[in-house]
């Protein structure tokens, strides 16, 4: 087998806080030795999520089992997730903050199934996948990610089956969101049909500008290419996408210092 150096595009500001969040584990449960020190882990993690590096290839690269690879990527990855915003916080920091508006989004994970798994077909993205709904600010940061519901799981149902719509309100925030999901309350969603009035026309195309760069959160999320296709049990998109969140929340404070 052969070996070489990689380059992870990610910041040691990062890293250090994922091997902290593992030496505080272990510290907790009192675990004395392992394999790979937190520092190492944390990067083996990484790798798996950064750049969707199979089991047996981080296992042969960190000198480790394919089965203790997984452990620990399964170990982290659920670290990570308990510490993603809820929705109440998330929204009233968002609020604290100031935004003008915030921009709800739905985008499809796919995952590796047949096309006799209806429950997970998405007809609106022809694959099959994992629904998640994703809050972001004005300037495309992520504010929040769901957990995760069938492909075949309308955005507007997914918005309903998360409280997402009640939380906004108690919170009077102005949310903006795509056709999608046209009749639901409380969200300013474009207008729909033909031949509309100049004013619905230019009316959508101011919602089409202040929506756009907050869609910039859903290709964040993208950018981590163990979200390109999973290849595990379809429910863990929803805590893959919410570790993943963590870890982008911690990348850009150290890219604005």
């Known amino acids: 087998m052969l070996f070489y150096r990689a380059a992870l595009p990610l910041s040691r500001h990062t890293l250090n806080y994922v091997a902290g969040v593992i030496r505080r584990h272990r510290s907790k449960i009192g675990s004395v030795w392992r394999k790979l ?4 882990q944390a990067m083996l993690v990484l790798a798996y999520l950064r750049k969707a590096e199979t089991y047996s290839d981080l296992g042969a690269g960190f000198e480790i089992s394919t089965t203790t690879a997984w452990r620990y990527v399964e170990e982290t990855v659920e670290l990570l997730a308990e510490r993603a915003p809820k929705l109440r916080s998330a929204l009233r920091q968002a609020k604290k903050n100031g935004h003008a508006y915030l921009i709800l989004d739905g985008t499809l ?3 590796d199934r047949v096309a006799a798994d209806r429950p997970y077909y998405s007809g609106k993205h022809r694959l099959h996948g994992m629904n998640i709904q994703v809050i972001a600010t004005p300037d495309g940061d992520i504010v929040w990610v769901s957990g995760a519901l069938p492909g075949s799981v309308h955005d507007a149902k997914a918005a309903w089956i ?5 939380e906004l309100e108690s919170c009077g925030l102005i949310v903006l969101a795509d056709k999608g999901y046209q009749g639901v309350g409380g969200l300013h969603t474009p207008y729909k049909g033909r031949n509309k009035p100049e004013s619905q026309k230019q009316a959508n195309r101011a919602h089409a500008r202040l929506r756009g760069r907050g869609e910039r959160a859903n290709a964040q999320l993208k950018s981590w290419k163990v979200l390109h296709k999973l290849r595990c049990c379809p429910h863990k998109a929803g805590t893959l996408a919410k570790a993943i969140h963590v ?11």
Do not use: K, N, T, V
Not at 37 to 40: A, I, K
Not at 247 to 257: K, N, P
């Open 162 to 166: 998360w409280q997402i719509i009640h």
């Open 37 to 40: 020190d937190p520092g190492r």
């Open 247 to 257: 870890l982008q929340d911690h990348e850009l404070q150290a890219e604005r210092g």
């Open 109 to 111: 994970i796919a995952i």
